[in-house]
């Protein structure tokens, strides 16, 4: 997939999908058909989303002999958190993810590149970070963030077929004729994505905050994150679009207004504000 595919469409786009599918096959019945299934699915990625995440990096478990479950098993008795399962990503690109539905079906995943790049407490920093994200239950609210996006695209696709079908002739001057329409349909979506990908950024400032209280200091994680940024522009990874915001930094980039879609702040800016916090 194009490396310029941000991850900010993630199951909003994929609810989208559904809705226009659900639509042409069964106008609004259809349409309620295709919102049930967009929910079915966006929950469904909440529940079975460590299964499908973990083989589709190979990633490989590891054991307590292992000094990343050593590490990670420390932390998350530090973070007052289950031990999560740990496992390792044969990719040179340095990265890292968490996933399960709640922390007590949690995973925390590491690439051999970010293991071999990051001293050790750059490392505690990045580990910090994920059971961050477990312990604030993200992949819940990247759940229900997707449900949200489906249903105000739902409500846009109701719009159109309701115009298609009623015509503008009895609509009132006041509610704006095709104007207003086309800001149901084309803004409203639009709208619903850069809320989708600004609620993914605002956990990542979360999972940061949360990473230096765990770990007791904000400075690995910083100094970790400036490596990272420049790593994986180096050796960027071969990452899904659908779950590269899982990862600690968007294993792609985008630029100017695709920024605005980025499910990842700068690099720059979360440094700035994990040290203002200290």
């Known amino acids: 997939m194009a490396n310029t595919v941000k991850t ?5 786009l994929l609810s989208a999908l559904l809705l226009v ?12 058909l295709a919102f049930g299934l967009a929910v079915v699915m966006n929950f469904g990625s909440y529940w079975f989303s460590d299964k499908v995440v973990l083989a589709m990096y190979r990633a490989r478990p590891v054991g307590p002999e292992h000094p990343l479950h050593q590490m990670t098993e420390r932390l998350a008795r530090q973070a007052s958190l289950p031990t999560p399962r740990v496992y390792v990503i044969p990719d040179d690109s340095p990265n890292a993810f968490a996933t399960g539905r709640n922390p007590r079906h949690a995973a925390v995943a590491a690439t051999e590149g970010i293991l071999r790049m990051l001293a050790p407490h750059e490392l505690e920093g990045v580990i910090a970070h994920e059971l961050a994200h ?5 992949i819940l609210i990247s759940s229900v963030a997707a449900t949200v996006a489906a249903t105000i695209m739902m409500v846009a696709r109701m719009a159109q077929f309701a115009a298609i079908f009623g015509g503008f002739g009895g609509r009132d ?33 979360a999972a940061d905050r949360g990473a230096a ?40 980039s985008g630029r100017g207004v695709l920024s605005l879609f980025s499910t990842h702040p700068p690099t720059e800016q979360r440094i700035r504000a994990l040290l203002g916090t200290h």
Not at 21 to 32: A, F
Not at 189 to 201: F, G
Request: net charge positive; proline share 6%; glycine share 12%.
């Open 213 to 252: 209280k765990i770990v007791g200091s904000p400075y690995g994680l910083a100094d970790a994150l400036r490596k990272i940024d420049a790593g994986s522009r180096r050796r960027p990874l071969d990452a899904n679009p659908a779950t590269a915001h899982m990862f600690i930094m968007k294993p792609f």
């Open 8 to 12: 900010a469409l993630l199951l909003g």
């Open 134 to 138: 477990v312990k604030h239950r993200d």
């Open 21 to 32: 599918i659900g639509e042409l096959l069964g106008g609004q019945g259809g349409l309620v």
């Open 173 to 205: 001057d006041r509610d704006g004729g095709p104007l207003a329409l086309l800001a149901t349909i084309i803004v409203g979506p639009l709208a619903a994505m850069l809320i989708q990908a600004a609620i993914s950024r605002s956990r990542e400032f």
